[in-house]
């Protein structure tokens, strides 16, 4: 079985929701640095303040504070049981940080799980896109509807919309996908990782492939 997995994608793809779904099927650690930078936000770290103003308009953090972050995290035990990145890495150097800490710490990764998307879906599902206060479980205001409005199915937490969930922020978003991530997928193809996935087949579907694809 794969284990040490990057989720790979523009934003939107459906990383976070898919990373959920296998995280429970696979008992795999699941490493977001969108969460955790939200998470710093919300306690008002140092950290979450140097993030937040990046964040709000759709920018990237800068790198050497994230690959910090993510060799923390990573070096941690629990990592031994396999893990998901989410989000990370985003840039060159990033991917190159990640390759020469992954050798030291002996978890070097075993496949890039790509999910490809066409634009107009991408702005459709952020657009409308709310998420948990509590627990960051995702619904879609049309897609993915909580059984009461407002109200997290799984923890009962208040859902909200993302500060950079909006038109402005997206376009960003996209823009830095384009010219800084995207190129990614050629450096894992070249290092024989990648595997892309069509992620318009839906959650459900989308998750049996990923799925049995990983436990080969
Ligand atoms: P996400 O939840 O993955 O969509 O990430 C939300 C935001 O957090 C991004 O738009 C960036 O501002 C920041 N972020 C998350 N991961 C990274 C990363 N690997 N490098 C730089 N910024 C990041």
């Known amino acids: ?3 040490n997995i990057i989720l790979m994608g523009p934003p939107g793809a459906g990383k976070g929701t898919l990373a959920k779904q296998l995280k429970e099927e696979l008992h795999l650690v699941h490493i977001s640095t969108g969460d955790m930078f939200r998470d710093a936000i919300k306690a008002q770290t140092e950290l979450g303040k140097l993030a937040q103003s990046y ?17 923390e995290r990573l070096s941690q035990s629990d990592c031994d049981a396999g893990f998901l990145l989410d989000g990370f890495p985003r840039t ?10 992954s050798k030291e710490i002996s978890r070097e990764i075993d496949v890039v799980v790509n999910l490809d998307c066409d634009n107009d879906e991408l702005v459709r599902r952020i657009s409308g896109r709310r998420v948990c206060k509590n627990c960051g479980a995702p619904y879609h205001v049309i897609t993915m509807k909580p059984k009461v409005e407002g109200v997290c ?13 909006n038109v402005e922020a997206l376009k960003v ?15 894992y193809k070249d290092l024989g990782l990648l ?10 579907t989308l998750f049996d492939e990923v799925c049995s694809f990983l436990k080969k």
């Not at 009962?156 to 969930?165: A, E, I, S, V, W």
Request: aromatic content about 6%; glycine content about 8%; some cysteine.
């Open 195 to 204: 595997a892309s996935f069509n992620s318009l087949v839906g959650k459900e």
């Open 55 to 71: 964040i709000n308009r759709g920018d990237l953090v800068p790198d050497d504070v994230t690959i910090g972050l993510v060799k």
């Open 173 to 187: 978003r996209l823009e830095h996908y384009v010219s800084d991530t995207k190129p990614l997928l050629d450096y």
């Open 153 to 165: 199915d799984l923890c009962g937490g208040p859902l909200y919309q993302r500060k950079d969930d």
């Open 92 to 101: 060159l150097v990033q991917a190159e940080a990640l390759n020469k800490l």
């Open 1 to 3: 079985m794969k284990k």
